[in-house]
T-cell receptor, first 115, second 112 residues
Framework: GAGVSQTPSNKVTEKGKYVELRCDPI?????LYWYRQSLGQGPEFLIY????????DSGLPNDRFFAVRPEGSVSTLKIQRTERGDSAVYLC?????????????FGPGTRLTVL | DQQVKQNSPSLSVQEGRISILNCDYT??????FLWYKKYPAEGPTFLIS?????DKNEDGRFTVFLNKSAKHLSLHIVPSQPGDSAVYFC???????????FGKGTRLSVIA
């Protein structure tokens, strides 16, 4: 399909483990966003890439969270020493770059459960 | 500190009637507002948006109204259909490709 895809759809891990979540944006979209949605909340911004570089990482909660986008397409969100409070749905979105208001298209999310 | 607030966690409406979902914001720098719809196990899907230079935008059964002085916007769905049952998120941002700030969502149930 032509939409944003995320893998895995579900991830269960134990406290203290390391996880990687992957996002494949829509082809040609240079802007990529990661959001986190906890139960009963709206999506909360984590980090935004413009091309390969992180344009804004102010939403990352602490240094256990890190994201990369080495070739300006696929992005990986990495979480070290996971904690139970990291359990949430992690959403990725992409959009066209440039001026104006470009719609963000969301993937289905990865549901992370930390036991 | 919630910059975008959806104070009604749920709303139940009869099929054929109007659904009105409300949203308030506090950041006066927001100049673009969006509504997203979310079904279970899916990502949010863009529904309709409005720029701060307008006070109304209409797309089929969906209309968004913006009252800048009150920092309030609303989404009207007329007529409501059972397939509209979903969680609706209000979102806002400042200019350009900036991240979206979301409300907590309102769960709409349209009863046949």
């Amino acid at each position: 399909g032509a939409g944003v895809s995320q893998t895995p759809s579900n991830k269960v891990t134990e406290k203290g483990k390391y996880v990687e979540l992957r996002c494949d944006p829509i082809s040609g979209h240079t802007a990529l966003y990661w959001y986190r949605q906890s139960l009963g909340q709206g999506p909360e911004f984590l980090i935004y890439f413009q091309g390969t570089g992180a344009a804004d990482d102010s939403g990352l909660p602490n240094d256990r969270f890190f994201a990369v986008r080495p070739e300006g397409s696929v992005s990986t969100l990495k979480i070290q020493r996971t904690e139970r409070g990291d359990s949430a749905v992690y959403l990725c979105a992409s959009s066209l770059a440039g001026q104006g208001y470009n719609e963000q298209f969301f993937g289905p999310g990865t549901r992370l459960t930390v036991l | 500190d919630q910059q975008v607030k959806q104070n009604s966690p749920s709303l139940s409406v009869q099929e054929g009637r109007i659904s009105i979902l409300n949203c308030d914001y506090t950041n006066s720098m927001f100049d673009y507002f969006l509504w997203y719809k979310k079904y279970p196990a899916e990502g949010p899907t863009f529904l309709i948006s409005i720029s701060s230079i307008k006070d109304k935008n209409e797309d089929g059964r969906f209309t968004v109204f913006l009252n800048k002085s009150a920092k309030h916007l609303s989404l009207h769905i007329v007529p409501s259909q059972p397939g509209d049952s979903a969680v609706y998120f209000c979102a806002a941002r400042t200019s350009g490709n900036t991240p979206l700030v979301f409300g907590k969502g309102t769960r709409l149930s349209v009863i046949a």
